[in-house]
């Protein structure tokens, strides 16, 4: 066998293996989706299959009717308040804290930076009490302020590391030749850097909608009323221990609560790929 063939054959493996292990990565999102329209009783009897013997479509109508006189269409607009504030707030306050430790020189830049590296290694059930006990004395406990107010204040340190790292990869003759045309510190970051930023910004941006979309401790803890529940706690009250759990309106409501996300990673990939690939390389 020749070197060509066995490239052939080599890449004839990779190409299968890749294939099969996305096909058992995706197949619990697949059978997620079958199942949400497959009757009740066959959704595990008939687990393996994913198609349907029948299409129940009343699983996404009663489903999405909600419980308790409230439909889902209000977790998901709860969701959607909460999630697109806190990434906005993440990308503008993130992006300007990054750049001032990437960009300015300041009295205690380096202890306040090894600061900033010891949170990201701190578990977040060590602030959870404190914070709680904060957001209880100012009595905004049952208000969507305790989810949206960190973002607003800073944004992760994860996401702030990830933005220094971008900023020190663009070049300083930029800012000095911004500063020959007089541009000041806030200019420079405004006209400058954050058009640059703007990879690493849209990799931010997802990754924080994930995350915030997805949470689901923070809204257990701080949201009281079923009226401004968030999606990941409707999803949960839709199972009963003592009664029954409705599994296909739960599946069917699992299954349009991915939907945003899919549509925002198929639509802002590119500079997903684009913003991991270029933060800290210079």
């Known amino acids: 066998m020749n070197g060509k063939k066995k490239r052939l054959l080599g890449d004839v493996i990779f190409y299968v293996f890749v294939i099969g292990l996305g096909i058992l990565m995706v197949y619990p999102i697949l059978w997620m989706l079958s199942s949400s329209l497959k009757p009740a009783t066959e959704i595990f009897n008939n687990a393996v ?7 129940v479509w009343e699983n996404y109508q009663s489903g999405w009717a909600g419980f308790g006189g ?34 300015i020189d300041f009295k205690m830049k380096n202890v306040l930076f090894a600061c900033l590296m010891a949170t990201i290694m701190l578990p977040v059930q060590i602030t959870l009490i404190p914070q709680y006990i904060i957001f209880n004395e100012l009595d905004l406990v049952n208000t969507f302020v305790p989810l949206m107010l960190p973002g607003l204040m ?47 910004l849209v990799t931010v941006a997802l990754f924080c909608f994930m995350w915030t979309w997805d949470d689901f401790l923070a809204p257990l803890i701080y949201l009281n009323d079923a009226s401004i529940h968030t999606v990941t706690i409707a999803l949960r009250n839709f199972m009963d221990v ?16 991915l939907l945003p996300q899919l549509l925002i990673f198929v639509f802002f990939q590119k500079y997903l790929v684009q913003g991991i690939a270029t933060t800290g390389l210079k």
Do not use: H
């Open 49 to 55: 299959s994913l198609w349907p013997s029948e299409f």
């Open 242 to 257: 003592s009664g029954g759990t409705s599994w296909g309106p739960l599946l069917a409501m699992s299954s349009l609560s």
């Open 154 to 200: 800073g944004g992760q340190p994860f996401f702030i590391f990830l933005m220094i790292q971008f900023i020190r990869g663009i070049p300083r003759e930029l800012d000095e030749a911004a500063i020959v045309d007089g541009c000041s510190k806030f200019g420079i970051y405004w006209r400058i850097i954050l058009p640059l930023l703007k990879p690493a």
């Open 70 to 103: 409230i439909g889902f269409a209000t977790y998901f607009r709860n969701s959607l308040i909460v999630t697109s504030t806190v990434v906005i707030g993440t990308m503008i306050t993130g992006s300007l804290v990054a750049y001032g430790f990437a960009r």
